[in-house]
C-alpha cells in the first residue's frame, strides 16, 4: 500500500524553501524559472481520489454480520399446534441456515473483491506516481534546458549587433 503524505503541507515547506533561496540570492535566473515552472506543475496533487479513500474506507469497515438462532416459540393451544410448530421451525430454520451460509460466502467473496479492486486501483495510483510523472518531469526538464538554450541564442544576435564601447 502507498504511503500517505500531506501533499499541502510538502507543497508549503518547498515553497518557503524556494522563496529562502530566491531572497538569498542562491539560484541563477535560468534555475529560479525551472524551479518556478516544477513547482507550478508539483503544488497540486494530480493523484488525489477523495472517492478511492471513502471506498478504502468501506471496505476496511465491512464486516460480515453473524447470524444467531433464534428462540422461535412453538407453544399452541391447539391440541398437536405444538409438535406441528417444532415441525414447521425446524424445516424452515434448516432451509434459513443453508441460505445464511450461502449469503455468507457470498458477503465474504464480495469483501475480497472489493479488497482486491482498492489494492488494484493504489497500484495503479502507484505506477502512474513513479513512472508515469518521472517521465513526464524528464520531459519537462528537457522543455525547459531548450526553451532555455534558445532564449540564450536569440539573445545572441542582439549582443553582437551592439556596438562595443572604445574608451
Known amino acids: 500500500m502507498t504511503e500517505n503524505l500531506d501533499h499541502d503541507a510538502v507543497a508549503a515547506l518547498i515553497q518557503e524553501r524556494l522563496d529562502e533561496g530566491r531572497a538569498a540570492g542562491r539560484y541563477s535566473d535560468d534555475l529560479d524559472e525551472q524551479l518556478a515552472s516544477q513547482f507550478q506543475r508539483a503544488a497540486v496533487d494530480p493523484l488525489t481520489f477523495p472517492a478511492l479513500e471513502a471506498l478504502r474506507t468501506r471496505v476496511g469497515s465491512f464486516r460480515i454480520p453473524s447470524v444467531a438462532r433464534l428462540k422461535v416459540p412453538t407453544e399452541s393451544s391447539i391440541p398437536g399446534g405444538s409438535q406441528m410448530h417444532r415441525f414447521v421451525v425446524k424445516v424452515v430454520a ?41 517521465d513526464i518531469d524528464s520531459v519537462h526538464h528537457r522543455l525547459v534546458a531548450v526553451e532555455q538554450r534558445l532564449s540564450r541564442l536569440e539573445a545572441a544576435p542582439q549582443a553582437a549587433e551592439q556596438p562595443a564601447d572604445d574608451a
Open 94 to 134: 434448516r432451509q434459513l441456515a443453508a441460505v445464511i451460509d450461502q449469503v455468507t460466502e457470498v458477503a465474504i467473496d464480495a469483501q475480497a473483491a472489493l479488497g482486491g479492486v482498492v489494492g488494484a486501483l493504489d497500484e495503479i495510483r502507484s505506477i502512474v506516481t513513479t513512472e508515469v510523472f518521472a
